[in-house]
């Protein structure tokens, strides 16, 4: 774990010889021949594990392509960018990455396609009965459930202590629960029968926005997204997001987690990339009705809230809580979350025969 | 005989009187006041207003509605019944070619497959009839000469409706002389939507006489109309005005056919006989393509109109892919087998 | 198949005008039996009491059959609670009130009824039989109604389980302690989720009593329980008869009492229990009025009146048994009612084109023949649809009577069957005072195409549920109880939440 946590600080790259050497002891083929760096002739670089040639039958490990989720479909980027984070395979890690993985990097023109994909997935979502959405969010509890353990290990290969990733893990679900249950309960609590003076039926109910964009806080990785995401999907609107650039690798994990669940492709798409290249197209997108972000630079959130302005977008940007806020309650869930991306709409009917 | 009953239908009812809709015509006014020009080739005919002397008033509860079709489409059909019903819509297609790429040869094969659905099993079919455009008609009748199916012919400017009265006429005659026995006509769609219910009327019942002893359906393209009202007032127009069959879609638009939409497509036709006596005969068109979906109809047709509906004489589909489901389930019936489509001739 | 268009020229002329010609629903095309199978389905022979987290053997020693209604045949034996036998479920109540349930997490409590509501989800087609075997319900209608809202019941009360505090904002709430919950026979299983559900939600312990005539689903719904691992003693079960359900009302450690039934027992229950301080929920009879106006959607209509009566073979306490129709429609939808009821099946309540079951029990039987005697003898004119009346079981045909008025004793007491007793009105006001002159106010329905009318009418009517254009209509967002004798307190939504908690 030391070295987990010293290759945290250290920059990306190929330098942590001695970390992926150390796990890679485990990794199946025994050995510490080192890593191997090789330039094909298409000038790629590819990293080599380290090969015994005493336990040739050792089985070699297939590298997963990690890629963005979009319309429900795993998609890289349409530029062809990706940027590298740290795989590092711990020696719990049955599963291990290469010590770098590849991560799409998202451009203009992804954050278009999400957008696009979120904006054809709007009408089927929220037009599906709040029941049917508390399902579908359930469901989702229960996929996460099942895949703790794949969750938790990606956070913990993103740089959290395995106690830590186990309880953001166990908030996260738990959350998502919490908005399963409030699908069909937010309604009852943000309508209102009005007391017109007058003969008139007058009531004022929420309703979805649309589309919504979120810029995920970098830590914590999963809780980040969830309790960002499942507030604004559950008032029915659908939601493009990009995922945090510290660990975006778990919200791609995560996002298998949603493409198994029964949440229709499209409603929501995780993008990976740099908030500092993306948040203002998000911004920009005149089809995104409200954005979510949550950054540090003072400048960045500036620059969205200002370019929403152009389509009166319902822009809140924050500077990220600490990870151990996202975990409180009070702070990081409950119905405002939900009430922020809604509109109310108000309806007259006469009363008379 | 026909023709002249649609007409004397029409006289019967004309003193039945309004039942507070906003139309209101006799012979002196002139019910187009106010809609576009272009109807001024329309024959005149009287007692419009009669047209909506039914029995229930228009209003139709959208929800109500596609519950009970829904709640129709549970019913579990097993064994005798299933294979009955099958049996029952085979003897019901209008089996169906309507594309620019028509030709003799396919027209010909079409009536072949006609006449004979399933080799295997000789006691399946015939098809009621074969459904073309006007200049297939000739081949068709000569193919099918000597069998009990039907030639059928689309007509009007089929399938949008939008060309002069006397070019849908002519069309019909057309079809006619070319020896169609059923004409499915199209109604103009942009008239209902405007308003102008007099002129689909008036479209109708001078189609209803260029059709002679053929056989009329009207097709409503219920899919254009927007909504059950409208719908229903179609439904009700093309019987006053003559129809022998109210018939759902062209099949070109989407949606076409749909269990609500038939249900109250035979809620108009129960109305209409309730008032009447007059057996009128519905062919949901487009979109039925499972043996499945078929039964559905059928038990649509069973509970809203009863036994006297369950015949080719009033209750047709219109379609092309479904009989080759149909006859792969009632030969899953008779071998208890599932069956593969590539055993199915895909004419 | 020989045919042509053409046969019809040989037809009848035209009848005159306003003979209306009757349809024929004959056996063109009739459905062969489609029974679903109870193969799969295992009921224990004999069942225990479900108390602490146990099935224990009744300190009564004594059991009562369940039988089938359709067919008369025993299909368990069940235990026959005591007053000692109640008393240990609601000691065992107490326990896991005190040890776990008022201590433990609402998210927390959450998953457990979550757990209770998928697996009510995975065993639908298992209780659905039951229900149609034990209660004589089609199986169409268990499996597509009582069920899937069953387990919406427990959904939806499982997300309010950490979310009291938003229902009640700005207000301090606490739970009850044990309730004691009796439940009647015509939804056994969807009674029992309306009162556990919430019940459990709101931090209480259960003690339930179903219905004599239909324990077999909560029993069921017990082993369900069981297997979520609910601590134990948070829902306990006892069955029994009436005086079972009497020791519970009772019993002076029982904090709250819901009751769903009669509303001659729920006057008995509230003359019992006062001056005890046990909150009391009540959810009784009614005499609905389902109103049709000349306006509205008649054929819809004529559906929402035979789903307002016949649906659970008029075993709904908001059944709509009193038609009242503006006049000038009442001819038509008579004759409309009458084609209609001509294809409804009465029959097994397995097979699943069944649409109307058996009557519940020999007694209700009986009660439903006196009161149709009653109508007759009071010389109103009765149809009955022409279902052949199986020779096992209990039975009673869609019916409805024409020519009664408002003293009919058809039109003012509670049948609890297939009975529809037409009246007429002429003006809108007229409806109202008509729909309005019962001691009744459950539900009542209105159909007209015209929506302020349909404001109108609600605002004018009392009673605690009004349906427009639609009849019987359930859901857990949707707040359900009655005025006057029907009862008070409210079941489902954020209202529902209020009978099982002190809100200050």
Same mark, same amino acid.
């Given at each position: 774990m030391e070295n987990k946590e010293a290759s945290r600080k250290a920059p990306r790259g190929f330098e942590r010889d001695e970390t992926s050497e150390s796990a890679l002891g485990t990794?199946?083929?025994?050995?510490?021949s080192g890593v191997e760096v090789e330039h094909t002739s298409s000038g790629d670089i590819l990293l080599m594990k380290p090969y015994d040639s005493a336990n040739v039958d050792a089985r070699v490990r297939v590298n997963k392509a990690y890629k963005m989720f979009i319309g429900g479909a795993f998609v890289r980027s349409e530029s062809g960018r990706y940027f590298q984070v740290e &795989?590092?395979?711990?020696?719990?890690?049955?599963?291990a990455d290469p010590a770098t993985v590849n991560v799409p990097r998202g451009s203009r023109k992804d954050v278009r396609d999400a957008v696009l994909a979120a904006r054809s997935a709007l009408v089927s979502w929220e037009r599906r009965t709040a029941y049917n959405r508390g399902q579908i969010l359930y469901r989702l509890a229960e996929v996460m459930e099942s895949r703790r353990p794949e969750l938790t290990q990606s956070l913990v290969r993103g740089g959290e202590t395995p106690a830590e990733a186990a309880s953001q893990v166990n908030v996260s679900i738990d959350r998502v629960v919490f908005y399963a249950g409030f699908a069909d309960k937010f309604f009852a609590l943000l309508a209102s029968s009005n007391p017109v003076a007058g003969p008139h039926f007058n009531f004022s109910v929420p309703e979805p926005m649309g589309t919504i964009g979120v810029i995920a806080p970098?830590?914590?990785a999963l809780l980040g997204l969830v309790s960002t995401i499942l507030p604004i999907i559950t008032g029915g609107n659908t939601c493009v997001a990009l995922a945090g650039?510290?660990?975006?690798r778990t919200s791609i994990v995560w996002s298998e987690c949603l493409a198994t669940s029964?949440?229709?492709? &499209?409603v929501v798409n995780i993008l990976t990339g740099h908030a500092n290249e993306l948040a203002v197209h998000f911004a920009k997108?005149?089809?995104?009705?409200g954005i979510d972000a949550w950054m540090v630079d003072p400048n960045l959130r500036r620059a969205v809230e200002s370019e929403g302005a152009d389509s009166v977008k319902r822009v809140t940007t924050r500077v990220p809580m600490d990870a151990e806020a996202w975990s409180n309650e009070r702070k990081a869930q409950g119905l405002g979350w939900i009430e922020r991306f809604l509109e109310t709409k108000t309806i007259w009917h006469p009363v008379g025969v | 005989m026909i023709a002249s009953r649609g007409v004397s239908t029409l006289e019967d009812q004309s003193?039945?009187?309004?039942?507070?809709?906003?139309l209101k015509c006799d012979?002196?006014?002139?019910?187009?006041?106010?809609? =576009?020009?272009?109807?001024?080739d329309a024959p005149r005919r009287g007692?419009?207003?009669?047209?909506? %002397?039914?029995? /229930?008033? =228009? %209003?139709?509860d959208a929800v109500a509605l596609e519950e009970r079709a829904a709640s129709l489409g549970k019913r579990s059909l097993k064994g005798e019944t299933k294979l009955a019903g099958l049996r029952l819509a085979v003897a019901m297609m209008d089996l169906t070619t309507l594309e620019g790429k028509d030709t003799p040869g396919k027209v010909n094969q079409l009536c072949e497959k006609a006449r004979i659905p399933l080799y295997q099993d000789p006691?399946?079919?015939?098809?009621a009839a074969i459904c073309v455009y006007p200049n297939h008609v000739v081949t068709a009748k000569a193919r099918l000469a000597g069998s009990s199916v039907k030639v059928a012919s689309v007509a009007?400017?089929? =399938?949008?409706?939008?060309?002069?009265l006397d070019i849908k006429l002519a069309d019909t005659r057309r079809a006619v002389d070319f020896g169609a026995d059923e004409i499915d006509m199209v109604i103009d769609r942009g008239a209902m939507l405007v308003g102008d219910f007099a002129r689909v009327f008036d479209e109708i019942s001078a189609t209803k006489e260029a059709c002679g002893h053929a056989h009329l359906k009207v097709i409503l393209e219920t899919g254009e109309l927007g909504s059950y009202d409208l719908i229903r007032k179609a439904s009700e127009l093309a019987i006053a005005a003559g129809a022998d069959f109210i018939k759902t879609?062209?099949?070109?638009?989407?949606? /076409? /056919?749909?269990p609500p939409v038939t249900l109250l497509m035979l809620e108009v036709i129960r109305d209409h006989y309730y008032a009447s006596g007059r057996r009128i005969g519905m062919k949901p068109a487009?979109?039925?393509?499972?043996a499945k979906q078929a039964l559905h109809y059928l038990v649509l047709v069973k509970e809203t109109l009863?036994?006297?509906?369950?015949t080719p004489d009033l209750f047709r589909f219109g379609a092309s892919a479904l009989l080759n489901d149909v006859l792969m389930q009632l030969e899953k019936q008779r071998t208890g087998n599932y069956q593969a489509a590539d055993d199915f001739s895909k004419d | 198949m020989a045919h042509t268009m053409? @046969?019809?020229?040989?037809? #009848? #002329?035209?009848?005159?005008?306003? #003979?209306i010609v009757a349809l024929d629903f004959g056996k063109a095309w009739d459905y062969a039996a489609a029974p679903e199978s109870p193969d799969h389905v295992s009921i224990d022979p004999k069942y225990g009491l479900f108390i602490g987290g146990r099935w224990v053997t009744p300190r009564s020693g004594r059991f009562f059959p369940t039988i089938n209604?359709?067919?008369?045949?025993?299909?368990a034996e069940v235990a026959d609670a005591n007053a000692q036998d109640v008393d240990d479920a609601v000691r065992a109540a107490r326990e896991a009130y005190d040890k776990y349930w008022s201590r433990m997490r609402g998210a927390d409590r959450a998953k457990y009824i979550f757990r209770i509501a998928r697996a009510i989800q995975e065993k639908a087609r298992e209780l659905a039989i039951v229900e149609s075997m034990d209660g004589g319900k089609p199986i169409k209608e268990s499996r597509d109604i009582d069920l899937p809202l069953a387990a919406a019941h427990f959904f939806y009360h499982a997300g309010w389980a950490d979310k009291l505090d938003y229902a009640f904002h700005g207000r301090r709430i606490r739970s009850l302690g044990v309730a004691g919950q009796i439940i009647p026979w015509n939804f056994p299983l969807l009674m029992a989720a309306w009162k556990i559900a919430p019940a459990l939600a709101c931090g209480n312990t259960v003690v339930l009593k179903p219905a004599e005539t239909t324990p077999l689903t909560a029993l069921l719904l017990a082993k369900i329980i069981e297997e979520a691992e609910l601590?134990?003693?948070v829902v306990n079960i006892v069955t029994g008869g009436g005086e079972t359900g009497a020791a519970l009302a009772i019993h002076?450690?029982? +904090?709250k009492v819901a009751f769903t039934g009669s509303t001659s027992v729920g006057k008995r229950i509230q003359r019992a229990i006062a001056g005890t301080h046990k909150r009391l929920s009540l959810e009784l009879g009614g005499k609905a009025a389902n109103i049709v106006f000349a306006d509205a959607p008649i054929d819809q209509a004529v559906d929402g009146i035979v789903n307002g009566i016949y649906f659970n073979q008029g075993h709904v306490?908001?059944?709509?048994?009193r038609l009242l129709v503006e006049e000038s429609v009442h001819d038509v939808i008579v004759k409309k009612l009458r084609d209609r009821m001509a294809t409804l099946r009465m029959g097994?309540?397995?097979? @699943? +084109?069944?649409?109307v079951g058996a009557i519940n029990s020999k007694a209700q039987l009986a009660r439903i023949r006196e009161l149709v005697a009653a109508g007759e003898e009071e010389g109103c004119e009765r149809y009955s649809a022409p279902c052949p009346v199986p020779e096992k079981g209990y039975w009673f045909p869609p019916t409805f009577f024409t020519g009664?008025?408002?003293?009919s004793r058809i039109a003012r007491e509670?049948?609890?069957?297939?009975v529809l007793t037409i009246l007429t009105f002429r003006t809108p006001d007229e409806a109202v005072e008509k729909a309005n002159n019962?001691?009744?106010?459950l539900s009542a329905g209105v159909w007209t195409d015209k929506g302020a009318k349909i404001f109108y009418m609600a605002t004018k009517l009392k009673a605690g549920v009004i349906w427009g254009n639609t009849f019987n209509k359930f859901d857990p967002t949707s707040p359900f109880g009655g005025y006057k004798e029907s009862g008070f307190g409210r079941e489902?939504?954020?209202?529902?939440?209020a009978a099982y908690l002190g809100v200050e």
């Open positions: 990794s199946g083929a025994s050995g510490a &795989g590092a395979p711990s020696e719990e890690d049955l599963g970098d830590r914590p650039e510290r660990d975006p029964d949440i229709p492709g &499209g997108h005149r089809e995104v009705a | 003193d039945i009187g309004e039942t507070g809709e906003s012979d002196s006014v002139s019910y187009s006041e106010g809609a =576009p020009a272009f109807n001024a007692g419009v207003g009669s047209m909506y %002397a039914l029995f /229930a008033p =228009p %209003a139709v006691s399946v079919g015939p098809c009007t400017a089929f =399938p949008s409706g939008q060309s002069p879609s062209t099949g070109k638009i989407q949606p /076409a /056919a749909t487009g979109g039925v393509r499972t009863g036994d006297a509906w369950l | 053409t @046969k019809r020229e040989g037809e #009848a #002329a035209p009848p005159s005008r306003g #003979a209604p359709s067919t008369e045949e025993v299909l601590p134990p003693g002076p450690d029982v +904090n306490c908001c059944a709509g048994s097994s309540p397995l097979d @699943k +084109n069944t649409d009664a008025s408002m003293s509670e049948i609890f069957g297939p019962t001691s009744y106010g489902g939504g954020r209202q529902g939440l």
